[in-house]
């Protein structure tokens, strides 16, 4: 996408379209969905899957895709910059989180598996999401339980792994499936349910490790009644509360830099969710974050004020003036076409 593109997507008033567009990078974490939500067939790289995700959740496709377990992710962007409104909610990751009835005590539990949503503006211009991601701090980011700085490496199961399965619990077919180790000093093992029998370690990957970091959410099950049942932290999550929820949909205003302060957006270009749980739930197996598709809550919603230039690493951001879209850099300010409309103090 160059900066003519955005600006004649971003000067089609009246033409935004409300849903994920592009899809930029789909890498799971293992689980017990992947390599099947979306399928994967031999010979498909990363290219190929990210292109089946982008069937499966673009343009309010609604299928539905697995990000797998902890840390795994999905980058996607929409036609356009997503505006923060202030003081709305500006868009939301649809994922199929459902409430329960086995839910007890605290209402609203059933299948909740919030995922972290990171925005991103496209500063250097170029149309990638190659720029400082910001997280939307939700309920759960001053949670004294939540683990910052997380990290966690898996391996692939070795080509010659023998299965060990549970012999009290059948349904356990491989108890040491997928090795994993967390950078707290833990390690443990994914485990292969009869369900899903499938590789969970992501065929297409050539590496043997995949390392992801980023935040982990304390565990959110209750056994109840012989089942699991996972409760959604308050707000700010993907696939965490049921997409009619008021509860599910993001605010742009929640964004926070990496050491926390948090920083005002006026739009942004990209966005990032991960799966933020790192629990396995008996015969349900891990917890994954799911995403079914996104949307602006406002797509014709322009920004009202200008950017500030920043005069950190970000030299270089777009911004909307009396409708047009503007390019500053270097405090000045440019039109699509590269020729200086001004000079910023
Ligand atoms: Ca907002
Ligand atoms: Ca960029
Ligand atoms: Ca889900």
Request: aromatic share 10%; proline share 6%; net charge negative.
């Amino acid at each position: 996408m160059t900066v003519a593109l955005c600006a004649l997507g971003m000067m089609a008033q009246g033409e935004n379209s409300p849903y994920l567009k592009h899809v930029y990078e789909y890498v799971p974490a293992p689980g017990q969905f992947v390599n099947t939500m979306p399928a994967y067939e031999e010979g498909d790289d990363a290219e190929a899957m990210c292109r089946k995700v982008e069937e499966q959740i673009a343009d309010n496709a609604r299928g539905l895709i697995t990000l797998g377990g902890w840390g795994g992710y999905l980058v996607f962007g929409f036609d356009h910059p997503v505006v923060n409104v202030p003081g709305q909610n500006d868009f939301i990751v649809e994922g199929n989180a459902f409430y329960s009835n086995a839910a007890q005590g605290a209402a609203g539990g059933g299948s909740c598996e919030p995922g972290i949503v990171m925005v991103s503006v496209d500063a250097n211009g170029n149309g990638k999401p190659d720029d400082e991601w910001y997280e939307l701090a939700g309920s759960e980011y001053t949670n004294p339980l939540t683990k910052h700085g997380y990290s966690v490496t898996y391996e692939r199961p070795a080509a010659d792994h023998v299965a060990t399965p549970d012999p009290q619990q059948k349904y356990r077919i491989d108890t040491t499936f997928v090795h994993w180790q967390d950078n707290r000093g833990e390690d443990g093992y994914l485990v292969q349910i009869s369900f899903h029998r499938q590789a969970y370690y992501p065929e297409w990957i050539e590496a043997d490790r995949l390392t992801f970091d980023g935040a982990r959410l304390q565990d959110n099950y209750a056994y109840i009644n012989n089942q699991y049942v996972l409760y959604p932290p308050a707000y700010g999550y993907a696939d965490n509360h049921p997409d009619t929820c008021r509860l599910a949909q993001l605010n742009i205003e929640l964004a926070v830099r990496e050491d926390g302060t948090p920083v005002h957006l006026n739009a942004i270009d990209f966005v990032k969710v991960y799966t933020a749980l790192h629990q396995q739930c008996g015969m349900i197996g891990e917890t994954s974050t799911e995403v079914k598709g996104a949307r602006d809550l406002h797509p014709e919603a322009m920004p009202t004020e200008l950017d500030e230039v920043q005069t950190s690493s970000v030299t270089c951001r777009k911004t909307i003036r009396d409708g047009q879209l503007l390019i500053i850099r270097d405090k000045q300010i440019y039109n699509p076409l590269g020729y200086i409309i001004t000079k910023l103090n």
